[in-house]
């Protein structure tokens, strides 16, 4: 009856939609990121996690590690509003040229995307 249990949990746990007691002790434990998320699809356009983690670094004075940048993928954490806008702008032209947008078009959504400078949530 337990096994019954266990394999029909399962895929609930590969989604992430179960919280296994190791997780309830500590919540920040790894667990598969959305793949549709700000973080992701940033931390992909770039060749690699150690070099999005220095150009962020780099860009807004900060010094994150690659875990704070799976924390924010995983959901663990939130960002601030500034590496937000960081993110953002420097994925949105990657997938809005892909679809054929112009650079005017682009810098213009952009603009219209970045969280106001005091919104630090």
């Known amino acids: 009856m337990l096994r019954d249990q266990v394999i029909s949990v399962r895929p609930f746990l590969m989604m992430g939609l179960v919280v296994t007691e190791k997780q ?11 793949k549709d998320n700000i973080v992701t699809t940033w931390r992909e356009t770039r060749p690699s996690l ?8 780099q860009a807004l004075g ?4 690659s875990s704070r940048i799976g924390e924010w993928e995983r959901g663990a954490r939130q960002p601030t509003a500034a590496a937000l806008n960081y993110m953002i702008a420097q994925t949105l032209p990657v997938i809005l040229e892909e679809h054929g947008l112009d650079a005017a078009d682009i810098e213009a959504m952009v603009n219209r995307l970045t969280l106001t400078k005091d919104s630090q949530h």
Request: hydrophobic share 15%; glycine share 8%.
């Open 24 to 34: 309830k002790r500590n919540p920040g434990l790894p667990k598969e990121p959305r």
């Open 50 to 57: 150690s070099v999005a983690r220095d150009e962020l670094n």
């Open 62 to 65: 900060t010094s994150y590690g």
